[in-house]
């Protein structure tokens, strides 16, 4: 079966996400409960170097978090997104669109 580990980390001005193993409809339940309690106060930094798998559950999540980014006025940023989980954000026509950054320190305040 399918797991997805998530290791939670606190910065400055984010919350840092490191997402290993595959995030999909049987795994996304911690995954949505991080995402949705902290956008409205903090950036949120999904680590997806880890991620085998993204279905499209996972990119509901990952697309409410960056609609509500909106909303609160934080940002949803993608960290060094694995092959896979690249493939998955690109399939969208989002990918141009979203956050996409290589370390924690180039977190911007919204």
Do not use: W
């Not at 399939?91 to 290589?102: A, E, L, P, Q, V």
């Amino acid at each position: 079966m399918d797991q997805l580990s998530i290791r939670e980390k606190k910065g400055a001005n984010y919350v840092l996400l490191e997402l290993n193993g595959a995030c999909n409809a049987y795994t996304i339940t911690e995954f949505r409960e991080k995402v949705y309690a902290n956008m409205p106060n903090t950036n949120v930094v999904l680590d997806m170097s880890g991620v085998t798998q993204v279905d499209s559950s996972g990119m509901g999540i990952i697309l409410a978090g960056f609609n509500d980014g909106l909303k609160y006025k934080t940002k949803l940023f993608i960290m060094n997104p694995s092959d896979k989980a690249r493939y998955a954000l690109e399939k969208t026509g989002f990918y141009d669109t979203f956050f996409i950054i290589h370390s924690v320190t180039e977190v911007s305040d919204a």
